[in-house]
């Protein structure tokens, strides 16, 4: 089965970095994009980065968060990350890691919240 434990949210300031990860279990996480999603409150999922498995493929990144947020990944660890920087009250939500397809809940862990304020 495909298990997935997100950590590292918290209650940052506007400005502030956090690192978020993922551990994965059940899988080998370097045969799989793998993916970030997040879910403000009250509103859908949105997509956020995707890794490939080739690591001579660039990651993909949503607008909003390109050139603050950076994807990578330890195989040999079998774990995900994601470093945010420059985080501002709208990247508010919680965050969650994904095999691909994200959509399929069973490809989801349980996310770790992050919230940005002052």
């Known amino acids: 089965d495909v298990q997935l434990v997100e950590s590292g949210g918290n209650l940052v300031q506007p400005g502030g970095s956090l690192r978020l990860s993922c551990t994965a279990s059940g899988f080998a996480i370097s045969d799989y994009p793998m993916t970030w999603v997040r879910q403000a409150p009250g509103k859908e999922f949105e997509w956020v980065s995707t890794i490939r498995p080739d690591p001579d493929r660039s990651p993909y990144y949503r607008t909003s968060v390109k050139g603050r947020f950076t994807i990578s990944r330890d195989n040999a660890k079998n774990t995900l990350y994601l470093q945010l920087t420059n985080l501002t009250t709208e990247d508010t939500a919680m965050y969650f890691c994904?095999?691909?397809?994200?959509?399929?809940?069973?490809?989801r862990g349980q996310g770790t919240q992050v919230t940005v304020s002052s």
């Open positions: 994904a095999k691909e397809p994200w959509a399929d809940t069973r490809n």
